[in-house]
């Protein structure tokens, strides 16, 4: 029997010949006493159970199929039901299943949505007579109508709409005609410019075609001033009489000034010293002084010109009240003085109705100083009436 002395390191036999009954020993199977269920085989180790353990290796013992699979029937890789699942809907989409000008992922429409009206008001002019004045460059007037939020911009061109159309005006339901998107009408405030074009006459009764220019009053829209007043000839400044100057009617101030344009200050909401200060006349004509040197003040910190200063004598300041309906300027007030007197020179009484100018009942003089009995001929002849009409509208 060999040794282990008769194999090298790799088991390769380098021992004597061997005869024909060794090499029969060696070719002969050994077998292994196996060892009984009764004594372990070997002495158990320490950390280790002394259970016999269980085969590794699955047997299978079904039958073998050896039918042949074609190619194209050949299974490689799993559905998309069995990786998706059953309740995912999977589409395979040929690359010319589509042309090319429609695209696989459609990108996201934004819609406009616009108000319009349907039936065209009637107006109190001739159409006819508005398509013939742009054909005259010289008779074209582009007006942008800015000031702060809330001030009254587009009321006060709602108010020029029914000056020039047959419209039944409703106290209760504001019009906002420039208000074209949805969401202006719904969150009462204008988010975009929108323009209207009248027919208007100026102070001696010639007609112009007038582009008004309606612009958002919020400062995150001053852009759309801005782009307005570029357009414009002259911008109509709307400031609220109660409230002032705001930080908006300091930045529309700057860029009217900025591209050289004329400025018309109109004093909305008079009617807030009125109804809801309830000032007497002679505060309030202190109140609208006030808040006209406001905006000189501040337009002599930008430019000092004396040309720019705003006053109601000069005809560049207008009073209003656009959620009731009117708007005048004192050569318009003396104007309603004179259809009713006769001889009444319009020019010289419309330049004695502002300042410190006092008319005497007694005398029916007008003078410099303030009598014990005469009153500034502002309150005299415009607020007083105004108040007595309300006045006399609250009784009622």
Known sequence: MASLEDYDEFGNYIGADLDSD??????????????????????????????????????????????????????????????????????????????????????????????????????????????????????????????????????????????????????????????????????????????????????????????????PGHMNFVDEAASAMRLADGIILVVDVVEGVMVGTEAIIRHALAEGLSIVLVLNKIDRLILELRLPPADAYFKIKHTIEEVNTFLAGINPDPALRLSPERGNVAFASTEMGWCFTLRSFAQMYAAEWEGVDVQEFSKRLWGDVYFDESSRKFGRKAGTEAKRSFVHFILEPVYKIYSQIERT
């Open 22 to 215: 060794d090499e029969e020993e060696l070719d002969a199977p050994q077998s292994y006493a196996q060892p009984s269920h009764d004594e372990p085989a070997h002495a158990p180790l320490e950390g280790f159970d002394d259970e016999p353990s269980n085969a590794l290796m699955e047997l299978d013992d079904g039958p073998k199929h050896n039918a042949v699979i074609l190619h194209e029937d050949k299974k490689y890789y799993p559905s998309a039901e069995e990786v998706y699942g059953p309740d995912v809907e999977t589409l395979v989409q040929e690359e010319d299943a589509q042309p090319l000008s429609e695209p696989i992922i459609a990108p996201v429409k934004v819609r406009n949505w616009v108000i319009e009206e349907k039936g065209l008001p009637e107006t109190r002019f001739d159409k006819r007579f508005l398509l013939d004045l742009m054909s005259f460059p010289e008779m074209i007037r582009n007006v942008a109508v800015v000031g702060h939020l809330h001030h009254g911009k587009t009321s006060l061109i709602d108010t020029l709409v029914f000056e020039t159309h047959k419209m039944v005006w409703d106290s209760d339901k504001q019009l906002r005609y420039t208000d074209t998107h949805p969401l202006s009408a719904q969150r009462l405030i204008s988010l975009k410019a929108n323009s209207m074009s009248l027919v208007l006459p100026n102070s001696r009764g010639k007609s112009h075609l007038v582009h008004l220019l309606d612009t």
